[in-house]
Each structure stands twice: as structure tokens, then as C-alpha cells.
């Protein structure tokens, strides 16, 4: 049972933008955070960015300024419009909803590749 379908990535030159996108199971957006991770090529996964149900906003210190996390939830998605792109910024992208404390799962989705060319 698919929870999380993210789609938006792709290659782009340095400088470009993506916006990536996180549909979500109503069950499981809800008005919980949401986060973005992302895993580049021998790296571990780390945290973008995360919202929380409440529209507050935290991004790690690499991303402050260029990358915007925002959600719909009429449309239970989430967003990373991602501006001035880097060739580091070259990563799996994940979409995460961490939902342990209320029961059930930790759910990722399947990731989406982002490829940012010099």
C-alpha cells in the first residue's frame, strides 16, 4: 500500500530550479510534520528541511535561503521548491512522515533522483 509518492526531481544545471512534490495518504498527512531527507552519493541520509502541522518551518544550514518547504492540505502534499541549485545539492530526494507516536510507522517514499550539473 503506496503512502507517499513523491515526483518533481530531475537533472538541472547549476543555478536552475526544481520543485518537488509529496502526495500523501490522508491517513497519514494529517496535520502532522512533514520532512524532506535526502541521501547524496556516498553519503548518509540527512534532514532538508521538515513542516510541521502547524506551518512552521526548519531547513538544515545548507539549504537555508534557496530551498522553501510548504504544504496543501486540502490536497494532503507537501512541497521543496529548491532555487540556486548546486551540483551538491545532487541527492535521492525523500519524503518522510514520521508517525511512531501516534502508533503506527515511520513512512518513507520512494525517492526522487535530483542531478544538478556544473
Known amino acids: 500500500q503506496v503512502q507517499l509518492v513523491e515526483s518533481g526531481g530531475g537533472l538541472v544545471e547549476a543555478g536552475g530550479s526544481l520543485r518537488l512534490s509529496c502526495a500523501a495518504s490522508r491517513s497519514i498527512f494529517s496535520t502532522g510534520t512533514m520532512a524532506w531527507y535526502r541521501q547524496g552519493p556516498g553519503k548518509q541520509r540527512e534532514l532538508v528541511a521538515l513542516?510541521?502541522?502547524?506551518?512552521?518551518?526548519n531547513y538544515a544550514d545548507s539549504v537555508k535561503g534557496r530551498f522553501t518547504i510548504s504544504r496543501d492540505n486540502a490536497k494532503n502534499t507537501v512541497y521543496l521548491q529548491m532555487n540556486t541549485l548546486k551540483p551538491e545539492d545532487t541527492a535521492v530526494y525523500y519524503c518522510?512522515?514520521?508517525?511512531?507516536?501516534?502508533?503506527?510507522?515511520?513512512?518513507w517514499g520512494q525517492g526522487t533522483q535530483v542531478t544538478v550539473s556544473s
Open positions: 513542516i510541521t502541522g502547524g506551518g512552521m518551518t
Open positions: 518522510n512522515a514520521d508517525r511512531r507516536g501516534f502508533g503506527m510507522n515511520n513512512y
